[in-house]
């Protein structure tokens, strides 16, 4: 017995320019976007600074992001992994980061396979930095877990912090060598 089915078709998702003009498909729709649009988003992506943290490239050696999250946290001084520990808000859990860095980095770590990784990356961000001063417990639970991890307690995020001295980091996984603004899709920016 089938709950939810859907076409091929809706699960087509694609981006092209034809004589200068951008298409999308997305979900089973299709979208014009006007290009002087596209042009502004892609110039706002571009001017997102780099993070000032330099994470080591993703070698064939680490087979996946969890390894390559335990290896980072290794090596460097000042970085606790915080990959697989979660924190839970009413009946759900999420991962509060991958990364934490002594100097209050908020690091996501995805391997680029497609949009949908793309955009579970975004929305974690968004979830963490939405909830991390918001209740006691939580920030609480997240000490837990930095302690669980090996954290000392500089790591540790205190309720009375600022959250504007908190910097939120996505590290995007993925060989092209192109930028940002070239390789996201454009929903995804």
Same mark, same amino acid.
């Given at each position: 017995m089938a709950i939810h089915s859907w076409s091929l078709y809706n699960c087509i998702n694609i981006e092209f320019n034809i004589d200068n003009k951008t298409f999308i498909k997305h979900s089973g729709s299709w979208f014009e976007v006007d290009n002087n649009y596209v042009e502004k988003v892609? $110039? /706002? !992506?571009?001017?997102?600074?780099?993070?000032?943290?330099?994470?080591?490239? #993703?070698?064939? *050696?680490?087979?996946t992001q969890e390894c390559y999250n335990k290896i980072v946290a290794e090596i460097?001084?000042? !970085?606790?992994?915080m990959d697989r520990k979660f924190v839970y808000i009413e009946n759900s859990k999420f991962e509060f980061c991958d990364l934490l860095s002594k100097d209050k980095y908020i690091i996501h770590v995805k391997p680029w396979t497609r949009s949908a990784t793309i955009s579970h990356l975004f929305s974690q961000g968004r979830v963490s930095a939405d909830i991390? /001063?918001?209740? *006691?417990?939580?920030t609480q639970q997240i000490?837990?877990? !930095? $302690?669980?991890?090996g954290g000392m307690e500089a790591y540790f995020i205190n309720q009375n912090d600022n959250n504007l001295q908190y910097k939120i980091v996505f590290a995007i996984i993925y060989e092209w060598n192109k930028t940002?603004?070239?390789?996201?899709? /454009? #929903?995804? $920016?």
């Open positions: 892609n $110039k /706002f !992506i571009s001017n997102i600074p780099n993070s000032e943290v330099v994470l080591p490239p #993703f070698l064939e *050696e680490y087979t460097g001084e000042d !970085i606790v992994c991390v /001063f918001s209740d *006691e417990s939580i000490n837990d877990s !930095i $302690k669980e991890a940002m603004a070239e390789r996201l899709p /454009f #929903f995804s $920016k």
